[in-house]
């Protein structure tokens, strides 16, 4: 890697750490400099301000979760050809990983971008929101399968369900670190798993 590639993912890397921690209002440019050890024109020779630094994460923090997720709903395509149990293995799966990592879930660019939207220009927020709607197209291709095989057994909104994936993921976050309790982002995530279960769960005859 060039090291100006290098400085670049330096300051990104400082940038999340210090905005998941407690926002991007109180993330100062002075801060990551000094935490990236590097001068501000170093900064200003990759980011020309916040904003290109918050879509700069938004664009990577997309990039990560599209990897991940290719990667369990690959894993969970290896193991069974029926679409509900691919689901229910790739649920088991995202709640095994967040599980494993140490403090839990660190927390995500998205979200805490849309806590702070009005800091930021229309092409961050429209980044952001092509974020959202990107994890619903994916959820929603997931549960299209599904309810082609196994009709639901509530009357319910597929892009709906989608939604709930990165809610229940974004709500457990909050409540992990409001309750200092970091298993509960993954018990949210089964909780999620049971749901999808019953609400597909083929009728007794």
């Not at 330096?10 to 926002?23: H, M, P």
């Not at 879509?55 to 990667?71: G, K, Q």
């Not at 690959?74 to 790739?90: F, K, W």
Request: hydrophobic share 45%.
């Amino acid at each position: 890697m060039a090291r100006g590639s290098e400085t670049r993912t330096r300051i990104l890397d400082v940038a999340q750490d210090s905005i998941l921690a407690k926002g991007f209002e109180a993330t100062s440019i002075d801060e990551i400099v000094a935490n990236a050890e590097i001068t501000k024109s170093g900064f200003f020779y990759h980011f020309k301000d916040k904003n290109a630094l918050a879509r700069a994460l938004i664009d990577r923090y997309i990039l990560v979760e599209d990897t991940l997720f290719d990667d369990l709903l690959g894993r969970a395509n290896e193991l069974s050809e029926d679409p509900l149990q691919v689901a229910l293995i790739a649920l088991k799966l995202l709640a095994e990983l967040i599980e494993d990592m140490p403090g839990g879930h660190p927390g995500c660019v998205v979200a805490t971008a849309a806590y702070q939207d009005r800091l930021f220009n229309k092409d961050v927020r429209d980044a952001n929101r092509r974020a959202v709607l990107g994890w619903r197209k994916r959820f929603r291709a997931v549960f299209d399968d599904i309810a082609t095989l196994y009709p639901p057994n509530d009357q319910i909104d597929l892009d709906h369900l989608a939604d709930m994936v990165s809610g229940v993921v974004e709500g457990g976050i909050i409540i992990s670190r409001a309750t200092g309790q970091p298993e509960i982002t993954s018990k949210q995530v089964l909780l999620l798993r049971s749901y999808v279960k019953l609400l597909f769960r083929p009728k007794i005859q």
